[in-house]
């Protein structure tokens, strides 16, 4: 089976009712991003990124997977498929993909902010118990925090993520305008000579080599590709 490896950005869940980051005048969901996604934004405000996060979380439990979410899950009959996500959505998983990657955490999850790695004290949470009241203790006594890599933190799924790039026999890149590193710098780990597709439907510019564009939409892109991968 050949292997195909996706990278997706904010514009994969577009189609599903998610905003993206860039573009909307530096807010993500009405928020500035450096106070609901830094570092120093959760150690100066935990209240109001906890209710950020359970917003989000409630949206994200009643939002579904489009179809562009759709085809990629279903590639996994003929493919050896992996998914790379930026997002912290669950869209990918819930549309039926097996293998997912999230560099940037997942919004289903809570962990302590002392240990956020620490699996012990990671729980998982669903549709009925999807809010965190402010001020909730994790299991080592310290503030419940959302299981989301902050800007100004490390992402220790970069190297698993670029071990599959490597490995690629496909690649393709949906939804991101590329814009942060390091996601963005596994572009660079492909074989030499590996198709590679963008989905987008705006400009997105990057150095990487061999690129096909596909301006559409994240759902008219993977029916376009789809078509297109028997005959590579
Ligand atoms: N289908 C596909 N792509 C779309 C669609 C759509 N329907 N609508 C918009 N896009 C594209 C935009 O043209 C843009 O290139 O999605 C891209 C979204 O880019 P960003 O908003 O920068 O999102 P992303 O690249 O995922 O951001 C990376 O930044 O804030 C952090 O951690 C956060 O994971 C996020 C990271």
Redesign the pocket.
């Known amino acids: 089976m050949k292997k195909i490896v996706f990278l997706t950005?904010?514009?994969?869940s577009?189609?599903s009712g998610f905003k993206?980051?860039?573009?909307n005048d530096g807010l993500?969901e009405n928020y500035p991003?450096e106070q609901v996604?830094s570092h120093e934004g959760w150690e100066q405000d935990p209240t109001l990124v906890t209710n950020f996060y359970n917003m989000l979380r409630k949206k994200l439990y009643a939002a579904q997977p489009n179809e562009g979410h759709k085809i990629i899950a279903a590639l996994e009959k003929e493919y050896n498929v992996t998914v790379i996500t930026?997002?912290v959505d669950n869209l990918h998983e819930k549309a039926g993909s097996t293998h997912v990657i999230h560099l940037?955490g997942e919004l289903t999850k809570v962990c302590s902010s002392r240990e956020p790695y620490d699996p012990q004290y990671i729980e998982e949470l669903g549709p009925d118990n999807s809010q965190v009241a402010p001020g909730t203790k994790a299991g080592d006594g310290s503030l419940l925090r959302p299981f989301i890599v902050f800007f100004g933190e490390s992402v220790p799924m970069l190297e698993p993520a670029a071990r599959e790039v490597e490995d690629a026999d496909i690649f393709v890149v949906?939804?991101?305008?590329?814009?942060?590193y390091p996601?963005a710098s596994l572009l660079y780990y492909t074989k030499p000579g590996t198709p590679t597709f963008l989905?987008?439907?705006?400009a997105?510019s990057t150095e990487a080599r061999n690129i096909t564009y596909i301006r559409k939409?994240?759902s008219e892109?993977m029916k376009e590709l789809a078509e297109m991968l028997p005959k590579l």
């Not at 950005?9 to 994969?12: K, L, P």
């Not at 993206?20 to 573009?23: D, S």
């Not at 989905?199 to 705006?202: G, R, S, V």
């Open positions: 950005g904010a514009g994969m577009v189609e993206t980051f860039r573009g993500w991003v996604a930026q997002n940037h949906i939804g991101t305008s590329l814009n942060v996601a989905i987008d439907p705006n997105v939409g994240a892109g």
